[in-house]
């Protein structure tokens, strides 16, 4: 998030346009009990990204939310090797995931958006985020506090849902070889 307040002054200052692309992760969209920390900040990175949208057009701020990709960082890490969803779809190219980045710096139409990316699908844009918004201002405005809180509750566990069948979905499951 510091770096993209360095880039952010910068653009400002020198009058300049300019893309700053965030890398989060799906572990911020759906916990993992692995990765407690690291999730949670993921989660911090995305809900930034979305609180940029304000600056465009001049400056744009965009993620990407990459499932796990085979790079020696994840692919040498037993902790990310023990994990249930890792051992069953593997781990995905990370050229899927350096594609979506490229989308996400070119596409002039994302902005405060973080673009989610798992193996054998289209990169899909995440939009539940505005729901919420407007959620919230729905019911800060009309004072109703503990349907709020029920209803983003409720709104949660069915982007969690949709996300883990997002992730799970399209690809099949690795066969045992014994």
């Given at each position: 998030m510091e770096a993209t307040r360095?880039?952010?002054r910068f653009f400002k200052e020198s009058g300049r346009k300019g893309v700053v692309l965030n890398t989060a992760s799906v572990g911020g969209l759906m916990p993992l009990s692995i990765m407690e920390s690291y999730g949670t900040t993921k989660a911090a990175l995305i809900?930034?990204?979305?609180t940029c949208k304000s600056l465009a057009p001049q400056i744009r701020v965009n993620a990407v939310a990459p499932y796990f990709a085979d790079t020696p960082?994840?692919?040498?890490n037993r902790l990310v090797q023990s994990y249930p969803?890792?051992?069953q779809l593997g781990l995905m190219k990370p050229?899927?995931?350096?594609?979506t980045m490229v989308k996400a710096i070119g596409d002039e139409s994302l902005a405060g958006?973080?673009?989610m990316v798992a193996m054998g699908a289209v990169p899909e844009k995440l939009t539940f985020y505005d729901s919420i918004s407007l959620h919230v201002t729905s019911y800060i405005a009309r004072g109703t506090v503990n349907r709020y809180a029920t209803a983003v509750s409720s709104y949660f566990a069915r982007a969690l849902d949709s996300i883990l069948g997002y992730v799970r979905k399209p690809v099949p499951l690795k066969q045992s070889q014994e």
């Open positions: 360095i880039a952010v809900f930034f990204t979305a960082l994840v692919a040498n969803l890792v051992r050229e899927k995931v350096i594609k958006d973080t673009l």
